[in-house]
């Protein structure tokens, strides 16, 4: 039965009071779905990038070799299509402002009139069926002349032309590289902004122009993150222009620095969300811990990266197999762009059988684009759930991250399935079904070991669709912590489905909330409803854990940019409000919880608690 308070609440429609006058610009609707919007990246990139094999010691006949044997060995057609060149390529910046490719490291570059050019390697991986991507730098200089001074492959010349990377020439390399020469996906590195400051290795060699770093690793506040994000929105800006058919790739790489997981859905397909892996378990770890709980960041044109797999290389060679399977379900789950890096001409039957399983790579490629989430955490034991496009599918992945065998188990309630009814269960690795009874699936898992399922049942919210099962149509277009680009110790601002930004059960007036979005408030959500969707519900109020005092927040929906509801003033300890609204023919929902300027510090935690559409 509903409260006369939350009767109340639910029945108060306020048209614009106080604080929603003192709201900033962004927290305005645009109805628009504000994502990139550019780029072939519907799903994650898969394919093959040879800098953990060969860093700059790649050669033309290198790479061939590595693209003739995916087409053989039915990579291919698994879906591995790019085929890319990372750090190395170039010899210098000419004295016109174009970059001159090394010809003795590829020599079907060579022209007899006119510059080297790339075309006729892109060419010819295009005629093997593949597509062609290559590497650059945001700022002046690149990576590899930061980070490998012994290289015999990096650029030569006078200081300015040893200077080839983008800052300066973003117009006219981006059209040589797309328009002229025929690329389809690029990488954009960032050490140009990071590493060549006063005190750098890269200074003291005497060989490069001092540049004032925008991006000091591991310390966000002293980094420039708008200009680094303003920097790359060019790049974005251009690649779309170069490429009026839409057949690219914006691969952005500050690896996780400069709040880029807030942004880099805007600019780019694709942004690195950690620093390089290395080939041992802790760093593909630390890699997978970065992207695992932004589950609202990711969906269609747009992915956290934690960077290439590590399959094939140290703790995941041949004869680690078993934390090959896991790292290889881990970046699948989690709808992470599959790119290979090492070197193919030695991968065994079993790596390559590992690397190719269709139903694995299904999940990774499933349309509907929603990141996995974790559902559960118990000691080394996690849980993920990845609802896939077909109705009532689940992928789910139990993983052992330690060193001991565990039991390990995931619910039909944690995979948003009903109890009540039958459930299929497939193991993916082993293409074999697997018993289900009692809404329940256990298993024991070795050290480093996991079970990777497809699961269907009947979905618990019945004929509506939860907003924790479309992530993918979600697009983060205010946090609530924009200006806190510390980002506070004290304070986790990632916005999380059915749990807080710190990851604790969502509760509104002392009454849990299974299922909702925990976010901050002065934020934004936007949902690309497609004029699929008739009626939108929810409970709105300020989570229990927001601090005492924190003023009030009131809850706007709006639909294609017009209001659709607006609640009063709710405060912590409130009881919640009701929405019920009718989204017929509507593109974009936009869900506002907007406290004013008037909160000094962090704002408090709103929740969009049991948030439907019918």
Known sequence: MITKTL???????????????????????????????????????????????????????KILSVAETIKRNGMQKAGYRYVNIDDGWWLQR???????????????????????????????????????????????????????????????GTTAQREIGLEGFEASDLATMFGEWGFDYIKVDACGLADYGQGSMAQASGLYR????????????????????TMYARVGRLLAEANPDNDFVFSICPWGEANVGTWGGRHGNLWRTSPDIEPTWESMLHNFDTASRRELYAGPGRWNDPDMLAVGLGEFAAEHMTEARTHFSMWTILAAPLLVGFDLNHATPAQIALLSNPEVIAVNQDAAGNQGRIVATDGAVQVLVKPLAARGDRAVLLVNRGEKEVRAGVTAAQMLLNPDSPLRARDLWQQQEIPAADGRLGFTLPPHGSVLLKVSGTPATGNDISLGEITGRIHVAVDGLDGYSAKPAEVSGTPRVDVTPAGQPLRIGGQVQARGIGIHANSRLEVRTAREYARF???????????AGKGKVVFHVYGDGKPLFTSAPLGRGDAPARIEVDTTGVQVLELVADAGRSVQGTTPVVVWADGRLR
């Not at 429609?13 to 504000?34: I, K, Y």
């Open 7 to 61: 009767l109340a609440a639910a029945l108060t429609f306020v048209p614009l009071f106080c604080a929603a006058a003192e709201a900033r610009e962004e927290l305005q609707p645009t109805g628009r779905f504000s994502v990139y919007g550019h780029g072939a990246a519907a799903t994650p990139p898969m394919g093959w990038n040879p800098w953990n094999a060969f860093r700059t010691e790649v050669t033309q006949d």
């Open 537 to 547: 519900s929810a409970l709105v109020g300020l989570d229990d854990s927001s601090a």
């Open 94 to 156: 000419r004295e016109d402002g174009g970059i001159q490719i090394r010809t003795t490291m590829f020599p079907m570059a060579a022209s007899k009139s006119g510059p080297p050019s790339l075309k006729p390697w892109t060419d010819h991986l295009h005629a093997m069926g593949f597509k062609a991507g290559l590497y650059t730098d945001v700022g002046r200089n690149v990576c590899s002349q930061a980070h490998d001074a012994h290289s015999p492959n990096l650029p030569v």
């Open 210 to 229: 001092e540049a004032r770093p925008l991006i000091v690793r591991r310390d966000a506040q002293q980094s420039d993150a708008d200009k680094v994000e």
